[in-house]
């Protein structure tokens, strides 16, 4: 989405398939924009075997042995969709007394748009930010374990940010025609394993 990190209140890492969310949140706890963090996410379909713990365990892991102090992080270790990132965090925040103004949401670079949308209609009173490791497309599919898997997921990522606004789920977000060309071409070409099933 473009947007600079900056100082907020409180950082939410959202769980999901890529250790770099921990890098990034690590790059931004040094460079002062937040105090604590809520690492946030159980254990799904898309992750149980990479992280049979939990993403929020893993991802908590991983920061600690980046250097974060244990102080700083909060876990959240039941969420299972993006609602429940925001919702639980949100209120484990709430619960500690920690007052949320401004929020940066970092995540895959791909559900950023995803994780914004979802934060305004779930917890409009704040403002979020989103960001995510600075890496070139190539290079962060490169990385990926199994491209088609990442492709496939991309393309249910898309599909999600056109459908959620109609079940309530996230606010509508101007979606270019020459997104939804390319996401009906790729469904078309059999990317289609983490559509949303009726």
């Known amino acids: 989405m ?7 209140s409180a950082a939410v890492a959202l769980g999901g398939c890529d250790l770099g969310v921990v890098s990034a949140v690590a790059e931004f706890y040094r460079a002062g924009l937040f105090p604590t963090v809520v690492f946030t996410g159980g254990s799904t379909a898309a992750t149980r075997g990479r992280f049979p713990r939990g993403e929020a365990v893993h991802f908590r892991e991983e920061a600690l042995a980046l250097g974060m102090p244990k102080e700083a992080i ?14 639980f965090a949100r209120d484990m925040l709430e619960d500690a007394g ?14 950023q748009r995803r994780a914004y949308a979802t934060c305004r209609r779930r ?4 403002e979020p930010v989103c960001a995510s490791q600075t890496v070139a497309f190539d290079e962060y599919a490169k990385a990926r374990d ?8 991309m393309v249910g990522d898309t599909h999600r940010v056109m459908e959620y606004p109609h079940r309530g789920f996230a606010i509508p977000q101007e979606v270019p025609e020459q997104v939804r060309e390319s996401f009906e071409r790729l469904r078309e070409r059999g990317y289609d394993a983490w559509l949303l099933r009726d």
């Open 146 to 153: 199994d491209e088609a898997e990442f492709i496939a997921m």
């Open 98 to 111: 920690v007052e949320v103004r401004s929020v940066l949401l970092v995540c895959m670079p791909y559900m």
């Open 2 to 8: 473009h947007q600079p990190a900056r100082p907020v």
């Open 74 to 87: 909060m876990l959240e270790p039941r969420a299972t969709n993006t609602g429940q990132n925001i919702d």
């Open 123 to 126: 917890w409009p009173q704040v």
